[in-house]
């Protein structure tokens, strides 16, 4: 279901994958199978998405993300687990927020949004193992066809995963007991985007992107509550 909402509303799996997965692993080994499930995502998606990306903004947007990246998976071995999830938490209830209820609030299509962009979703991406909305919203104003837009999307994405994956790795939020899940998430990830594509084709993109952001919202305030029990 995550991959699934994650194709047609444009704001990648982790959103909701990594809140769900908390309910099962501790979240440093969330973060670390997040990042190996979402370099697969990302291969699945350029399969299917494959005509045509963004050279610019893959440098422009890309590389500040790929570089904070790096910086926010570092830093998050300093970072209580609880005080990730909870900043987690707030972060989705925000973002869902502003999306829902400023319809208006758009980001302009220049360079130095598109390099902000990237450096803000990098880095929290790193940081709570989730930026695609933030990318997603960036790449939104740059009015591209939506083929391009994931596309170019999921490369960004992959070069931020491929990156992150091997400082959670050397943080040891990669565990042997959970290589097992690669094969499963690789299933899931082809399944999941064959039937987003499919669904983007029949149904308003507009229309889902709302039910996704109320989902957000929802899942946000699960976490906080679930949090905030465990205090």
Same mark, same amino acid.
């Given at each position: 279901?995550?991959?699934? $909402?994650?194709?047609?509303? =444009?704001?990648?799996?982790?959103?909701?994958? #990594?809140?769900? !997965? *908390?309910?099962?692993?501790?979240?440093?080994?969330? $973060? =670390?199978? +997040? &990042?190996?499930?979402?370099?697969?995502?990302?291969?699945?998606?350029?399969?299917?998405?494959?005509?045509?990306?963004?050279?610019?903004?893959?440098?422009?947007?890309?590389?500040?993300?790929?570089?904070?990246?790096?910086? %926010?998976?570092?830093?998050?071995?300093?970072?209580? +687990?609880?005080?990730?999830?909870?900043? $987690?938490?707030?972060?989705?209830?925000?973002?869902?927020?502003?999306?829902?209820?400023?319809?208006?609030?758009?980001?302009?299509?220049?360079?130095?949004? *598109?390099? *902000?962009?990237? #450096?803000?979703?990098?880095?929290?991406? %790193?940081?709570?193992?989730? %930026?695609? !909305?933030?990318? %997603?919203?960036?790449? !939104?104003?740059?009015?591209?066809?939506?083929?391009?837009?994931? &596309? +170019? *999307? !999921?490369?960004?994405?992959? &070069?931020?995963?491929?990156?992150?994956?091997?400082?959670?790795?050397?943080? =040891?939020?990669?565990?042997?007991?959970?290589?097992?899940?690669?094969?499963?998430?690789?299933?899931?990830?082809?399944?999941?985007?064959?039937?987003?594509?499919?669904?983007?084709?029949?149904?308003?993109?507009? /229309?889902?992107?709302?039910?996704?952001?109320?989902?957000? $919202?929802?899942?946000?305030?699960?976490?906080?509550?679930?949090?905030? /029990?465990?205090?």
């Amino acid at each position: 279901m995550a991959e699934i $909402l994650g194709t047609v509303g =444009g704001f990648g799996s982790s959103l909701f994958f #990594i809140p769900i !997965a *908390s309910y099962f692993l501790d979240f440093h080994s969330v $973060l =670390g199978v +997040t &990042a190996m499930f979402h370099v697969l995502s990302n291969l699945t998606k350029i399969g299917f998405f494959h005509k045509g990306f963004d050279k610019k903004l893959i440098v422009t947007l890309g590389i500040p993300a790929v570089v904070f990246v790096i910086i %926010g998976a570092y830093l998050s071995r300093f970072i209580a +687990t609880k005080w990730l999830e909870m900043s $987690l938490a707030v972060f989705l209830i925000l973002l869902s927020s502003c999306f829902l209820f400023f319809k208006n609030f758009v980001i302009k299509p220049t360079t130095f949004n *598109s390099v *902000s962009g990237g #450096i803000t979703s990098g880095f929290i991406a %790193g940081i709570l193992g989730t %930026g695609g !909305a933030i990318r %997603g919203m960036t790449l !939104a104003a740059f009015n591209l066809k939506m083929e391009v837009f994931i &596309a +170019t *999307s !999921a490369i960004i994405d992959l &070069a931020i995963d491929s990156s992150r994956t091997v400082v959670y790795g050397l943080n =040891g939020y990669i565990h042997k007991d959970d290589l097992y899940l690669i094969p499963i998430l690789l299933v899931v990830s082809i399944i999941g985007t064959f039937i987003g594509k499919k669904i983007l084709e029949k149904v308003s993109e507009e /229309q889902f992107k709302k039910t996704v952001l109320i989902l957000i $919202l929802i899942t946000g305030i699960i976490t906080a509550v679930r949090v905030l /029990q465990t205090i």
